[in-house]
């Protein structure tokens, strides 16, 4: 299966290497590089995260960093559709993608 990242996806993370950049750029590349590596596996393993209750919909909790990505498996397409990528702390509900 192919991995790609929606609109609001790709705009999580410019929000994300925006807000981290002015800690260093090293440090927010860092974060980008893992969620484009979580891509990767996403395509080999679509069942590697934890489902929610939304069908199809699975998180993967980034262990180094306190962000989570929500993807849906689109079977019908054969792609990975990366939802959000969020910062764990503002998560209300780790059942649902946020909006």
Known sequence: MKARLTPA?????????DALAA??????ARIEDAV??????FSRFPQFGVPTDE?????WPMGEFRYTI???????MVVIEV?????????RSLRRTPQ
């Open 23 to 28: 800690y260093g750029d090293g440090f927010a």
């Open 55 to 59: 069908e199809d919909v699975h998180r």
């Open 9 to 17: 996806a790709l705009e999580d993370i410019a929000g994300i290497y």
């Open 70 to 76: 929500f993807y849906r498996i689109n079977r019908k």
């Open 36 to 41: 484009f590596d979580a891509l990767d596996v």
């Open 83 to 91: 939802l959000r990528i969020i910062d764990s702390k503002r998560l």
